[in-house]
């Protein structure tokens, strides 16, 4: 409590000294006691909490946690050229929210937990042949293949209106997704990506300095790219001159835009920059829609892998130069560039890839089925509380607190 006393003082005693004594105004008063009563809450929320253990065989994220706590876990790298199969629960009764990816994330039961990261060898497999109709991410793949498609863009008057399968019943993750993932069954499949005639107000975008000019609908996702920075100049950001588009990344040189319900205009803003350039050489992909490029130091650079034919993407590795990249299993990423030359490569492989439902998750008999949850928007195991608007309003969330550190009180 004195902890607290002393934390507080300082923000909510604004307050005027006359004759020696503090004199703390009504509205400051009231402002006190909310303050006070919130961190009395946020206090008894993170320091009352019967912890358990949570164990991870091969792989990071043990600790002591809350039950509900999020957790990221990622398995280590399989040796011997095995491959990652998928979560094994051993003990507890976690809820994992994808089995199969090697970095997945954990909500925590009231109990301790363990669970194992599992390799083993690819199977050889008797490929299928995917058709993707008017869209791209045809080839052959094995039984159990996560495949990326992506639609050709819609011609005129007519707009994306979902994928439709036409043979093999395959599983995609998203039949409304212009771009998409699908999962290979055992036999032959056919895909086609449908462009229905659209009867809605097309609006125009304007991009300066830019492409992706054009006339589209509200709620259309637009692909839009600088033109490439002159002289010592550099791209520095979009802004946004008319209409309030929503951009996904406005640092970004290539990027997409959400056409909002009126017409709308953007600029691509260069800055002169007295950084000296290195170079990026992209193996088997590319950066702000091209192979290679020279960049300075901070840059943000958007990946994008090209896996060859037949071939399937696994994750993104730094050859040389110690260039910082974000989400190294994402096929589409970001880089940050370091103050040195740098290559980068997607790497590819042709292995099959062993299937799920050859990969079952063995439960002990005394604990209940294997649960999966879809991850929250913020995974981790810490969560950002809710400050409430008034004394009465109730508090959406508290942090958690890792068993080598103290709670806080840090607003």
């Known amino acids: 409590m004195l902890k607290l006393f002393l934390l507080l003082t300082p923000v909510v005693l604004a307050a005027s000294k006359s004759e020696n004594q503090i004199r703390i105004s009504p509205e400051e ?37 809350c039950a509900g706590d999020e957790i990221s ?14 979560w094994t629960l ?97 036999i032959n499949a056919r895909v086609k990506s449908v462009c229905k005639k659209s009867d809605c107000t097309e609006y125009t975008l304007v991009v300066d300095d830019g492409s992706g000019d054009g006339k589209y609908c509200a709620g259309d996702e637009v692909s839009i790219k600088s033109k490439k920075c002159t002289g ?20 970004t040189s290539s990027t997409i835009l959400v056409m909002p319900d009126r017409n709308a205009k953007v600029k691509s803003v260069c800055e002169r920059s007295e950084c000296t350039e290195r170079t990026l050489v992209i193996i088997n992909g590319s950066g702000n829609g091209e192979k290679d490029g020279e960049y300075c130091l901070g840059s943000n650079v958007s990946l994008v892998e090209d896996c060859p034919s037949g071939s399937t993407f696994v994750e993104w590795t730094v050859v040389s130069g110690g260039a910082v990249i974000e989400e190294k299993d ?3 990423t970001v880089l940050i560039m370091p103050d040195q030359n740098s290559r980068v490569e997607a790497t590819c492989t042709t292995t099959p890839v062993t299937p799920p439902s050859s990969q079952p998750v063995r439960t002990p008999p ?29 508090i959406s969330g508290f942090p958690s607190v890792s068993p080598s550190e103290n709670p806080s009180l840090t607003r």
């Open 29 to 65: 008063s009231k402002a006190t006691q909310e303050d006070f009563n919130f961190w009395a809450r946020e206090l008894q929320s993170s320091t009352i909490c019967n912890r358990k253990t949570l164990a991870v065989v091969y792989g990071t994220g043990d600790g002591n946690y």
């Open 73 to 86: 876990i990622v398995s280590h790298k399989c040796k011997g050229g095995k491959k990652f199969s998928g």
């Open 90 to 186: 051993v003990s507890g009764n976690p809820a994992i929210s994808n089995v199969f990816s090697s970095k997945s994330t954990l909500i925590m039961p009231d109990s301790d937990a363990a669970v194992e990261a599992t390799c083993a060898k690819p199977l050889k497999c008797k490929k299928m042949n995917l058709s993707v109709d008017d869209g791209t991410g045809g080839g052959k793949y094995c039984p159990g293949d996560e495949v990326s498609i992506k639609s050709k863009r819609c011609k005129g008057r007519t707009r994306f209106s979902g994928w439709e399968s036409i043979k093999g019943n395959p599983i995609l993750s998203d039949t409304l997704a212009p771009s998409t993932t699908l999962i290979m069954p055992d």
């Open 232 to 251: 010592k100049r550099v791209f520095s950001y979009w802004e946004s001159v008319k209409g309030d588009p929503d951009l996904r990344n406005t640092i």
């Open 330 to 332: 994402k096929s589409s």
């Open 366 to 394: 005394s604990s209940q089925p294997l649960r999966t949850r879809r991850p929250t928007r913020n995974p981790g195991a810490t969560r950002r509380p809710v400050r409430p608007n008034n004394g009465g309003a109730r």
